[in-house]
């Protein structure tokens, strides 16, 4: 079972500033079967990213994503006041068929 | 418009079996690579998928949970079911229901909070 780790617990930044977050698997997994997550408290989560680096509708391009293997970013170019949240990698495994979250990272200010 | 919607009983007895209905609508669970899945978070803590139904009728479920679930679909109401047995405070959590799209979920319910105390 791959299991996912993501670093810093948080990140306490200003508004303006960048944010790089970091998502590692236990082992390699396709680039196609990695997403990332935004959660606010007291909401559903929402797709930001799906295959390691595509943009879901509607993602404002300050979102990013990137990596292959097993170490995979998602980077904030600039930070707006909205974007301090939880988030959360996520990965598909099909043998057998599987999907792993990680545990988040918090953005705080 | 895409929309999910979690239905079911805010508290249940240890014990119990817990049913859960998601009303969708926006897209049909027949269209190709579809599917509709659940996934839970306890209060605090990270998220955990629980189960998927596909538009072909496959089904997974988290193998931790397995022997406890059941997922079904309706196409023709546009919903998903999942039944949990044996429910334990330890299963206190909101859950959510979510449109899969290949390897991800792109649409998401509101979610809806059970909690399992005596």
């Known amino acids: 079972e791959i299991v996912l780790t993501q670093s810093p617990d948080t990140l306490s930044l200003s508004p303006g500033e960048g944010a790089t977050l970091s998502c590692r698997a236990s082992?390699?997994?396709?680039?196609?079967?990695l997403a990332w997550y935004q959660q606010k408290p007291g909401q559903a989560p929402r797709l930001l990213i799906y295959a390691a680096s595509s943009r879901a509708t509607g993602i404002p391009d300050r979102f990013s994503g990137s990596g292959s293997g097993t170490d995979f970013t998602l980077t904030i170019s600039r930070l707006e006041p909205e974007d301090f949240a939880v988030y959360f990698c996520?990965?598909?495994?099909?043998?057998?068929?599987?999907?792993?979250f990680g545990p988040g990272t918090k953005v705080d200010i | 418009q895409i929309t999910l919607k979690e239905s079911g009983p805010t508290l249940v007895k240890p014990t119990q079996t817990l049913t859960l209905t998601c009303t969708f609508s926006g897209f049909s669970l027949t269209t190709f690579g579809v599917g509709v899945g659940w996934i839970r978070q306890p209060p605090g803590k990270a998220l955990e998928w629980v189960a998927i139904?596909?538009?072909?009728?496959?089904?997974r479920y988290n193998w931790s949970l397995q022997s406890r679930l059941t997922i079904t679909k309706d196409t023709s109401k546009n919903q998903v079911v999942l039944t949990m047995t044996n429910m334990d405070p330890v299963d206190t959590a909101t859950y959510y229901c979510?449109?899969?799209?290949?390897?991800?979920?792109?649409?998401w319910g509101q979610g809806t909070l059970v909690t399992v105390s005596s």
């Open positions: 139904t596909y538009w072909d009728g496959d089904q």
């Open positions: 996520q990965q598909y495994g099909d043998s057998p068929p599987v999907f792993t």
């Open positions: 979510a449109r899969g799209k290949w390897a991800s979920f792109d649409y």
């Open positions: 082992q390699s997994i396709s680039s196609s079967w």
